[in-house]
């Protein structure tokens, strides 16, 4: 029988609570997780818990949908399996729930009187004070939500006004403990209260504080051991997605039907060149590297959730363990970097580099590896932030590279044909970018977009998404990785420097039509600049149709929108975001990627008429026009290794490719995550791979105080994390993002799987 562990469990809880006193007849239900599956197993609606055999209890998943299992009887699930899905939703730490309507404790649902915390045994093992969950009728779907709004206290009991008691627990026998100290605590109280109610006491503050950090010590150790608790049942996975059969599916497509996809690429018709033009496919026939977009509603509840507990790092044992690793085996690297303190500030030129305990020194880098100083080998998911899609140091287009700097030299401050291809190659893919300015980085590329929409538009107002990272001008410097913090890193800006930026929660449309409206007392808003994932590459990820509704926002307003691809620029796709979602920016901002990797790249393009403004009046055209420009801007390396490099991503397919392997990789990393017990949250878009430990980057200063309060605890578990992933050979960025390649093969992400398997072993309460 299917699941026959976790039905079994059910019926012997339901057995020991009959024991106890604590079930009668057919009141309440029980319910476990289970292991490694987004499903959960819960007793029959209006059934005797004496006769209840394994075979009667139901199992759901967690939207409430009833999977079939062979052998089992036809009874309906529990009316309050809603309730259990959403606590199983929402707290990863729960594995088992149990809802009766015991006397005493039913009492206090009828009064509506919280129980404050009058022990260090409650507070230990319930959380404090048992809270009340507002009313609402058994079975809905509005008593789940009133559940919900109560979860994020980590608590293990909570009373239901007119409707009995809920209780926790990390696996069946806390529950069942749970629900016996809950009914003593509450037959305590009552008492109490009948006597002298004016004279109750609660534990001090301190102590319960204490008790209740115990609580969750205690959670994170049982809730991951839930496994022996509960034994995973037998179910045959999926395969995992495969970057290799990607990869072979598109070569047979090429050598079968060449010339089916691709179309020439459009070309000046002035005089005769040396640069070889080569047949080119579509965007959208070379398809995206996004299979399956994320829930993002699914996301955001997870991350919620894991915000809500306590964070879970490394064990101070196994910490000290991957420290001497780096001491020991990394010895070169530690030698420079302490010098590279002496003249660098920080030690390091950019913040990508910094690595918990000190930085690597890298000497090579190769496809889907890095070899530092002292010879270590790495799993590269950085790739440089995001550029390299093809890989590291991608071999042709290095050679071909070579080639142009022994003939011109890196740059000479003249005209290059290689300016005028790499234009007329990102307008191919990207149709929306008539017009291409090539400047030196995806910060420049920003600070263009902006000058240039105030200048077309004449309106001074500008709209980014809170916790977007858009570079370090002077200008978009604000509300930085954490929404709501506004000039928080602005140290060195003056304040007019900012008079005219405004952030808007990204979750929050209706704000930001409400900073639209507010923008036109104050001249108006010149733009709109979104990251089509969402801030920081999609760390707060956004709905699907998300950009589709700023469009239609900034055309009610007639305020321009700027895409940010300097990370989804052809990683999402040869067509980047804007193809992948359907929808034209007026102004788009490339980074790196548009050079695969190579210094000095990065630009802004757009509509004709808004592009006009960047002439600076060397076209001979009226109207308003702005400086910008650099001497290394389109430099002859960096828009060669561009032309070169989209060639190649399009002959190659990469996007697609390396974002199949984005998919194995985090399909991977879920199955870890749920066989280890962890609460960590596992998303992708295509080859953006998501690995959150800590969530430091979903606290708001919506909740200032949380922030203030466990923003540098989480800051530093996340860098923990990332040096415990270093210490098996594997760098990512900042311990919580990675980005794949087409470098990296099915058998790299398996490599790198085993790794992480061994890393996630590390963790407290494992």
């Known amino acids: 029988m299917e699941y026959a562990a976790s039905r079994e469990h059910v019926v012997e809880m339901c057995r020991a609570m009959l024991a106890h006193g604590f079930l009668k007849a057919t009141e309440g239900n029980v319910s476990v997780r289970i292991p490694g599956r987004q499903l959960y197993a819960v007793t029959p609606s209006n059934y005797s818990y004496e006769k209840m055999r394994p075979e009667d209890i139901c199992v759901l998943d967690f939207s409430g949908a009833l999977v079939k299992v062979d052998g089992s009887s036809t009874l309906p699930p529990s009316v309050e399996a809603a309730m259990h899905a959403t606590i199983y939703r929402e707290r990863p730490d729960v594995n088992a729930i149990v809802h009766t309507h015991q006397p005493f404790a039913s009492a206090l649902a009828y009064l509506r009187k919280p129980i404050p915390a009058l022990s260090d045994e409650q507070s230990r093992f319930l959380g404090g004070e048992v809270p009340i969950v507002d009313y609402a009728p058994a079975g809905t779907s509005f008593l789940a939500a009133n559940m919900r709004k109560k979860l994020s206290n980590g608590g293990n009991a909570y009373i239901l006004a007119n409707h009995g008691v809920v209780v926790l627990g990390s696996d069946p026998e806390r529950a069942v403990f749970a629900m016996g100290l809950l009914e003593k605590v509450s037959i305590a109280y009552l008492m109490a209260l009948i006597t002298e109610p004016d004279k109750i006491y609660t534990v001090p503050a301190p102590i319960r504080e204490i008790a209740i950090n115990k609580l969750r010590s205690e959670q994170k150790r049982l809730a991951a051991r839930v496994t022996n608790a509960v034994p995973s049942d037998v179910v045959e996975e999926e395969p995992l997605p495969s970057a290799d059969a990607a990869a072979a599916e598109h070569a047979e497509a090429q050598a079968e039907a060449p010339s089916k996809k691709k179309t020439k690429a459009a070309k000046s018709d002035a005089a005769p060149t040396d640069i070889p033009t080569v047949d080119l496919p579509s965007a959208d026939s070379l398809g995206y590297a996004i299979s399956t977009y994320p829930d993002v509603a699914d996301v955001q509840r997870r991350l919620a959730a894991l915000v809500a507990q306590p964070v879970r790092g490394p064990r101070h044992d196994a910490l000290l363990g991957v420290l001497d690793y780096f001491d020991t085996k990394c010895t070169g690297s530690k030698q420079i970097t302490d010098r590279a303190k002496r003249r660098i500030p920080g030690g390091v030129q950019h913040n990508l580099a910094f690595n918990y305990p000190f930085p690597l020194a890298i000497t090579k880098a190769e496809g889907a590896h890095l070899v530092d100083v002292d010879g270590n080998t790495y799993i590269d998911f950085l790739q440089a932030g995001g550029p390299t899609i093809l890989g590291s140091n991608y071999a042709p287009v290095r050679e071909r590279v070579d080639e142009v700097i022994r003939e011109s030299g890196p740059v000479t401050g003249l005209f290059h044909e290689y300016e005028l291809r790499l234009a007329e190659l990102v307008n191919h893919f990207m149709p929306s970018v008539e017009v291409y300015r ?288 270093a210490a098996h050979g594997i760098i990512t960025l900042a311990g919580s993002r990675l980005y794949t390649s087409m470098a990296c093969t099915d058998a790299v992400i398996d490599d790198a799987l085993d790794r992480f398997d061994q890393s996630f072993a590390l963790i407290e309460g494992v």
């Not at 954490?482 to 800006?493: D, L």
């Not at 699907?544 to 052809?570: H, M, P, S, W």
């Not at 990627?593 to 002439?615: E, H, K, L, Q, T």
């Open 438 to 725: 090539s400047l030196g980085s995806g910060t420049e590329g920003v600070m263009a977009a902006v000058r240039g929409a105030r200048a077309f538009t004449g309106k001074p107002m500008v709209i980014k998404m809170g916790g977007a990272y858009h570079g370090w001008s002077d200008t978009m410097v604000v509300g930085l990785r954490v929404p709501g913090t506004w000039r928080m890193n602005a140290k060195g800006i003056p304040l007019g420097a900012t008079a005219d930026t405004r952030e808007a929660f990204p979750e929050a449309l209706s704000e930001l039509k409400r900073k639209l409206i507010e923008n036109r007392l104050r001249g108006g808003t010149a733009a709109v600049i979104v990251e089509p994932v969402g801030p920081e590459s999609g760390t707060r990820p956004v709905p699907e149709d998300y950009n589709a509704k700023v469009r239609e926002l900034c055309d009610e307003f007639n305020a321009l929108l700027i895409f940010d691809e300097v990370v989804t620029g052809f990683r999402l796709g040869m067509g980047g975001g804007q193809g992948y979602f359907g929808v034209t920016p007026d102004l788009t901002v490339l980074g790196k990627a548009v050079s695969g990797g190579y210094p000095m790249a990065g630009g802004v393009g757009g509509r004709a008429d808004v592009m006009a403004v960047f002439g600076s009046g060397l076209d001979g055209k009226a109207g308003a026009h702005v400086q910008v420009g650099g001497t290394l801007s389109a430099n002859p390396l960096s828009c060669a290794a561009g032309v070169f490099a989209i060639e190649e991503m399009a002959r190659t397919n990469a996007p697609v490719i390396a974002g199949r392997a984005g998919d194995r990789l985090a399909e991977g990393l879920r199955r870890l995550v749920a066989k280890w017990g962890l609460p960590y949250v596992v998303f992708n878009q295509g080859s953006i791979v998501h690995l959150e430990s800590t969530g430091v980057m979903m606290l708001s200063m919506r909740n200032p105080a949380k922030l203030l309060k466990e923003n540098g605890e989480r800051k530093r578990v996340m860098e923990q994390m990332g040096a415990v992933y």
